[in-house]
């Protein structure tokens, strides 16, 4: 989808989630984790904005602030122009009706003591919105609509597979009429048929209902897949924002630029040597100075190590935090049409 | 023409539950040739890790190979005392693990459990196995090899676990190297880099290896030479162009048609509809038939063999 | 399934105790004091022999049966309360009441515990209800402790948050998700303690600060035999011989319920 108007329905501004680490008998705060520091983007109506990045980015701390399931520790997070911080439980509770979340685990995201009509009925039932035979009639619904069958209805999670748990996961999502839903790592555990099978779900659900699709994953391949805009993140910061083919065909930060290329292609035709980045990631407890990513870059200068960069919009709708993006340099990551046999 | 290092003929693997025998690998076939790197693909379910425990001979307690022939060198490891099978295992064949913080042991550090193999295999002294130990994590990649000696498993990142997992792997030259799933727990870049080394270690040595994965992408990357199974069996064989080019079997066809590519965007993915069948309760006839785009009566009332289309390129389905 | 059929025999005997009983086991009899039982030259009038006031063993048995059910059942009961109660609020809302439940759960584990029903006993004075509220008051901590640790893990476990992202209040969070996943260990922990608690009654009943005379239970029959033992054994011997026939028979039950109540293995 071309997102032609951009109405923005989620804003995030300079929002910040700090653990504390506490060691010993007295408590006292020894260490940070920086889990998310300092992320501003938009999320426009109707599309699906990826987030991609390796473990430690801070994706998923991200997912869930912007539920409010988790409270940020600076900044704000603004749902249709209201900012959440400053809800009340009661209203925070009740503007999850329009927030929603598929979780990565279909095996631990479903209470093990529910049937499927109680799972997918709790949101009706916690919102008071139908009961008896018009609740009964809803949950039906829903199930249809996700592809699962009637008979289904009295059945425990652990009877089914990966597959059909995730579409127990999606119905109980969908049964609030959401405008938002965040897919953590939504399809990463899945098999690669069933992987399919759930994108494609998706993707018919948010044409049929007008969803706007928060997906975070590390699958790089299902997040291109599905996403309109993708953003990169590393050690809590956005490090590029771009829409999708934009990202994959010309990114301008070293480090989107690495983790793009490093994605194996299945097609042995296409082997190569993998652009390395070398070490691992640092932990966010103490991240290195300056420009996060400067141990690991291979352009980094001294300017890099003392100075933060700026995460601005360089080119139109591409953002990128970076003191020397890769403007003029051929960065496609993708194999030229006429590689293909 | 090489020698096959590995052979395996007819495996049949089976699991004692409650409710009786659950067969979950169903007359497997294949071999190894030396030098070669072997994929072995499919989805769980698939009997792939459980293929691969066997022929290690660690099936967990409740699993027993009740049929079939392996054959490692003309040795039929089937018929070997569990004291014979020790000396092969670690030693002439070597495993590396989907997650490495579980099948390194926790309470001892990097360095005795290098030098443990190497010890017991080879009967060197501690300061030969120290030696051999530094040279194989520098073999690997790992930067200040003497100080991780010391360390213990917790305090490694997965990428630098996995690392020792593979100088552990290769410190006694193993023939054989089976790895499953070795990518499939860690982050792409540091796959990237776990992928180069393992293509960089079967460029200069002539170990055999054999690739267990889901992941079409790392086959693409590695393998010579593919399998892919499906529900306990081999559903198609082939030398990885001739597969990626040639596919046969609608379920290797589906399973290629499924994978979001990076760098071909479709609107929608072609899925295979249903799910895998429950081993306790598998269709008669072929096993694929129920989520077959192309699967007719006649499929349910035989159950296909594998058959070779050519030297090399096999296939289990009578539609194609 | 022996251990159900173990528990539910000793229940039935209990309840029946005034039809079973061959005798009243209150009732003294001077003459036939220290009778053996009746295959060591006793007669089948007593068939487990009498005790040193005449008493017949047998009856006293049966009778026992109740109270040492009763108090291991209520003071069980008691303690469970008390702790799922407080172990949840511990484990759910953490933070200040975590830190005040659980510093109290350490300063009473600090404490001997046969000393402190001892001293409570003495001050109070002995009586059925006093016992009971003594070991009820005494064992919660070991279920606050558990259904803490429980709960804390269940707390952050995916459908936890699941739940709190369809909005569900904490109330209905505590009710659906995180007792019906914490019941389980809590019930086979809780079979187990209405074993020890029957010993621990014994034990109290055997320092006479336990069950007094009329009343019967196993602990206080235990007590009574000890300056018996080595001429008339069977006055000590057969309660104790019930005492563990039922002990063995809550723990199989206890075994048994953990396997029944896993929704995974009940597949």
Known sequence: MNVIEKNIIMEVEDLKKHFDISKGFIKKVNSKVRAVDGLNFQVYKGETLGIVGESGCGKSTTGQLMLGLLDATEGHIYFQDRDLAEMTQEELRLARRDLQVIFQDPYSSLNPRMTVEELIGEPLIVHGIAKGEELKKQVLDLMNLVGLQKHQMTRFPHEFSGGQRQRIGIARALALKPKVIVCDEAVSALDVSIQ???LNLLKKLQKELDLTYIFIAHGLPAVRHISDRIGVMYLGKMVEMADRDEIFHHPLHPYTHALLDSVPIPDPRLRKEHLLIEGEIPSPTNPP??????PRCPFATEHCKKVTPEYREILPEHYVACHYPLVDKDTDVLPHSSDKA | MTKNLLEIEDLKVRFKTEDGYISTVNGVSFSVKQGETLAIVGESGSGKSVTSLALMGILPANGEIYDGKVTFEDKNLRTLSKKEYRKIRGNEISMIFQEPMTALNPVFNIGYQLRETL?????????????????????????????????????????MRQRVMIAMALSCNPKLLIADEPTTALDVTIQAQILTLMRNIKEKSNTSTIIITHDLGVVAELADRVIVMYAGEVVEEAPIYELFENPLHPYTKGLMASIPKVHDVVDELYSIEGTVPNPSNMPSGCKFYPRCPLGNIECTKIHPPLEYISADHAKRCIKV | MAGLIIVVTVVLIAILAPVLAPHDPAQTNVVDRLLPPFWLGGTMEFPLGTDNLGRDILSRIIFGSRISLLVGISAVLLAGAIGMALGLIAGYYGKFWDFLIMRTVDSLLAIPNILFMLIILAVMGPSLITLILVLGGTSWVVYARMVRSETLSVKERDYVRSARAIGAKNGRIIRKYILPNVISSFIVIATLNVATTIILEASLSFLGLGIQSPDVSWGLMLSDGREYIATSWWVATFPGIAITITVLGVIFLGDWLRDVLDPKIKE
Do not use: W
Request: hydrophobic letters at 35%; proline letters at 4%.
């Open chain 1, 196 to 198: 399919a099978q759930i």
């Open chain 1, 289 to 294: 100075s300056g420009c996060a990513f400067h």
């Open chain 2, 119 to 159: 010890i017991l295999h080879y009967d060197m002294t501690k300061e030969q196995a120290n030696k051999k130990g530094i040279e194989m994590l520098e073999t690997v990649g790992i930067p200040d090899a003497d100080k991780v000696m010391g360390r213990f498993p917790h305090q490694l990142s997965g990428g």
